[in-house]
């Protein structure tokens, strides 16, 4: 059901990023370790979102979205407006295939010439009978915000519709794809744009969508290019924190001995030099009505 990374730090290559360590997400998508069920490859496109100042942003394409095609995307989504100038918080850029990432030359020959200091890309293992097409790959953006979702929710038609009556969500039709993840993006980024903390944004849909649909998969990862929030619900993640950088994966990229995996029903905060990890508390405890919480600070 998808790999995804989230990294900050110094400024990286992009397409480094993808292809970075022994494990890289490259090679998750024909060699994952731990899919949890959710599939056994991950072929079905990817995407890769990076941050810049509004000066150096690429030129947008809807409200407030930068990013670029990738191969067999559609000639009319290649129009651009004026490049974007102002001052501002870090504008995202991003660049999505449907295809396999092993075969877009452009991972190899063009994103290694972009640089970040923020970067959050996945790759895609379609659910059965949602749609395989470059729209439908995370991530989704809005504004300063990247999302991505590797998981599933059961029967998501009916319980997204709900909660986005519930949430006050605008209509679903505005979701990019006719898929679990991009409907579920709608909903989250109204939170997000209401100035909603992202924690507490994250627990709320989380709550709602397991309170309808109690065997969804919801490994969720958001950025806004200063901060990256996850949550873990049935699969694996794993954090990389030290002074300078941080990193959350589905997967660790490789050996390093600082990578540390992220229990089940947890959120999870990270930016360079800080590390929060703390339970969801959105399903009841266990017998014992005790949470395991741990928390982690670097100077």
């Not at 939170?191 to 998969?217: Q, W, Y």
């Not at 919480?293 to 670097?298: I, L, V």
Request: net charge negative; proline share 9%; glycine share 8%.
């Amino acid at each position: 059901m998808c790999r995804h990374l989230a990294y900050l730090g110094p400024p990286a290559s992009v397409g480094e990023l993808l292809t970075r360590g022994t494990h890289s997400l490259r090679s998750q998508s024909w060699a994952p370790r731990e899919m949890r069920g959710g599939g056994t490859i991950n072929a079905d496109g990817f995407g890769v979102a990076w941050w810049a100042p509004p000066a150096e942003a690429t030129p947008e394409h809807g409200s407030g979205v930068r990013w670029h095609g990738g191969m067999g995307s559609d000639p009319d989504e290649a129009e651009t407006g004026p490049p974007q100038t102002t001052a501002g918080p870090p504008v995202v850029s991003r660049y999505r295939n449907a295809s396999p990432i092993w075969t877009d030359p452009a991972v190899d020959e063009v994103l290694p010439q972009l640089h970040s200091t923020a970067v959050l890309a996945a790759i895609r293992s379609a659910t059965v009978g949602m749609p395989v097409e470059r729209a439908a790959c995370a991530p989704f953006t809005h504004g300063r915000w990247a999302f991505s979702h590797n998981g599933a929710i059961p029967d998501w038609r009916e319980t997204l519709t709900a909660i986005a009556a519930q949430f006050g969500s605008p209509s679903l039709l505005e979701a990019e794809s006719l898929t679990d993840s991009a409907t579920l993006w709608v909903i989250l980024r109204v939170l997000l744009e209401d100035g909603t903390d992202p924690g507490t944004a994250l627990r709320r849909v989380v709550a709602a969508v397991l309170e309808r649909s109690p065997k969804a998969r919801l490994n969720l990862l958001v950025g806004d290019g200063e901060t990256v929030w996850a949550t873990t619900r049935h699969h694996s993640l794993s954090v990389l924190v030290a002074d300078d950088l941080a990193v959350v994966a589905s997967e660790p990229y490789d050996d390093d001995p600082r990578w540390r995996p992220i229990a089940d029903r947890q959120l999870v905060v990270v930016r360079p030099g800080r590390l929060i990890v703390e339970p969801l508390a959105v399903e009841p405890p266990d017998a014992s009505g005790n949470f395991s919480e741990n928390e982690r600070a670097f100077s």
